[in-house]
């Protein structure tokens, strides 16, 4: 249908031939569905919109399930495999008569198979495919919600010791593992957390209770409570399926599980940690699927992307990205070495961990126990005929000088640092024992990096604000006229939080002449600053502004940017 689709819109003036191109092509590299990719690159406000325009083409109705209340009842006509399978659910019964939202309604053998499970006639509306997988997400009593999980778990009444002062033994653990409603609970709260496009889930024990949590665009959200016998079984059984040793309680593990979601695969990260009530355990979700590594796709305005691609497209030199853990400085080097990444150029990565695998790319883990450092590996790639190399992190002196040799003997190097904006990283360098002049003539650009939610297009709306709030934020007077302050007033579509998905705000700063002097000569970080404003910077808090005007985020996401700083 995407092909189809997208000449539909040309040819009605929705999109630009140039937009469907540009979509068509990501679609190939796999990044997802073409209605999607359109939202994600700006030619469409929304997949609503879309859909209503082709159920117009195809004289059948639009739905926007978000407004309506399902009948349960007519939901479960359709069993839940299928639903899945085919990313349908049943919306209303007239008579012999079924309606149903589907996403492609040009999929007759979709319509077919549930006309013959159902035994009745189907009637299609159109609807975007997220909006129906939330949907049964919500309607269908499955492992989404574990209220069914945990009250199969209560039913078989699992023999764990709960005794406070004994500690299970591993025979113990390893039957209750054994139990299939304890392993439904565990794979569901997995599969559960995947679906809702989470990074990280969270098992945590305290006195009386056990909770799980998920990190969503980068906020922890609590879910259903678990029941707090089954904490020890709960833990053993993510050991098992990370291989890890279920009888050692008093030491830090780490592991790998690996899951198959549908068609795709998913790594999960398992880190156990013990706690004076028991163990916590974090997963991290490397969801292939969830990796957008396209440039233009990260949040870059126009003339700081221009900036970007032509500093990591020079021969030689080195290209810092600095922030916070998790502001999206890995997907940003990731999106930056798939650019370049063609047959003709050799890159090496030293990554801690090797967080997603890229073909052409020759990607080390680094191992300090062993003795393979950052610096260790970097000496090795330099042995390797390499053109381009990433390092993970610059941690110390050695490391940096490594970089900064590398970046002037015809090397183009990649690396992060841990600083609070692009100009202080200069001295940062400085501190670790680089001399001025080094710095100065290998650094091609340094780029700070925030990630800020985005308001739910869903349920977006304009909000009041005062003007002496707007001004206080950094705001000038004549910027203030037409302007719209824009919140997510919270919906079944982004979980009533508000926002769906992140975005980034940058601060790119190539090195001009005239910061080249000013490194020279031992400049502050505010001399640094001022002087890469005046060369047409934007600073973290200008590009956060500039997000804020034009309705994609909210002023508490500018104001969390600042407590970053």
């Known amino acids: 249908m995407s092909v189809e689709l997208g000449e539909m819109l040309v040819s009605a003036g929705k999109i630009t031939r140039e937009q469907l191109d540009k979509a068509l092509a990501l679609q190939k590299d796999g990044s997802g569905k073409l209605v999607q990719l359109l939202v994600k690159i700006g030619a469409i406000e929304d997949e609503d919109s879309v859909f209503e325009f082709i159920g117009k083409q195809l004289n059948i109705g639009a739905l926007r399930l978000s407004d ?47 006309k013959f ?9 159109i609807s975007p495919e997220k909006a129906i997988q939330k ?33 299970p033994s591993e025979s113990d653990l390893r039957s209750a593992v054994q139990d299939k409603p304890l392993v439904k ?22 006195e009386k209770r056990i909770r799980v949590r998920y990190r969503i665009d980068g906020n922890l959200q609590e879910k259903a409570p678990l029941p707090f016998k089954y904490r020890a079984a709960i833990v053993s059984r993510v050991k098992i399926m990370a291989d890890l040793d279920i009888s050692e309680r008093r030491l830090p593990q780490d592991g790998r599980i690996k899951v198959k979601i549908g068609e795709r695969a998913v790594d999960l990260r398992v880190s156990v940690l013990p706690t004076i009530y028991g163990e916590k355990v974090v997963m991290r979700i490397l969801d292939p699927k969830s990796l957008m590594v396209d440039l233009t796709m990260l949040g870059f305005p126009e003339h700081a992307l221009g900036g970007f691609k032509k500093a990591i497209n020079q021969p030689y030199g080195m290209i810092l990205v600095t922030g916070p853990t998790g502001s999206g400085k890995t997907t940003t080097l990731y999106s930056a070495l798939k650019e370049i990444n063609t047959e003709d150029i050799n890159i090496m990565t030293a990554e801690d961990p090797v967080e997603f695998n890229f073909d052409g790319i020759n990607q080390v883990q680094v191992k300090s126990e062993i003795g393979l450092t950052f610096a260790a590996a970097l000496r090795s790639f330099l042995r390797q005929d390499p053109d381009v190399v990433m390092v993970g992190e610059i941690r110390d002196g050695e490391t940096a000088e490594i970089a900064i040799r590398a970046a002037l003997t015809g090397h183009l190097v990649f690396s992060t640092l841990h600083t609070n904006d692009a100009p202080s990283t200069i001295n940062r360098l400085v501190d670790m024992g680089v001399p001025n002049y080094l710095v100065a003539s290998s650094t091609r650009l340094i780029m700070a990096q925030r990630m800020v939610r985005r ?29 719209k302050i824009m919140e997510g007033k919270g919906c079944s579509e982004c979980n009533n939080t508000g926002y769906s ?65």
């Not at 349908?88 to 008579?95: Q, R």
């Not at 609970?185 to 305290?206: K, N, Q």
């Not at 739910?456 to 304009?462: A, F, L, R």
């Not at 997000?547 to 940017?561: H, P």
């Open 135 to 167: 949907s049964i997400d919500g309607y269908y009593q499955d492992v989404s919600g574990l209220d069914e999980v945990i009250k199969g778990l209560k039913d078989e009444e699992l023999e764990v010791i709960e005794q406070e002062d004994e500690v």
């Open 117 to 125: 499970i159902t035994g009745c006639n189907i009637q299609p509306v």
């Open 68 to 114: 309506i209340e399902l009948n349960p009842d007519v939901v479960k006509l359709i069993p839940l495999d299928i639903a899945r399978k085919f990313n349908v659910i049943a919306v209303s019964k007239l008579g012999k008569t079924l309606i149903v939202a589907i996403s492609d309604p040009n999929n007759i053998y979709v319509l077919d198979a549930v």
């Open 455 to 483: 308001i739910c297009i869903s349920c977006k709306q304009e909000t009041q604000v005062p003007k002496e709030t707007l001004l206080s934020l950094g705001f000038q007077e004549q910027d203030l006229h037409g302007i």
């Open 185 to 206: 609970l565990v794979d569901g709260i997995i599969a559960d957390a995947i679906r809702r496009g989470s990074s990280d889930i969270h098992f945590e024990t305290y």
């Open 501 to 565: 998905g992140r975005t980034g705000i940058f601060e790119v700063m190539n090195i001009t002449p005239a910061l080249e002097k000013l490194i020279l000569s031992g400049a502050s970080n505010q001399e640094l600053k001022d002087q890469a404003v005046k060369d047409g910077m934007w600073s973290l808090r200008m590009a956060a502004l500039d997000k804020l005007k034009r309705g994609l985020t909210t002023i508490e996401e500018v104001l969390a940017e600042s407590s970053h700083r």
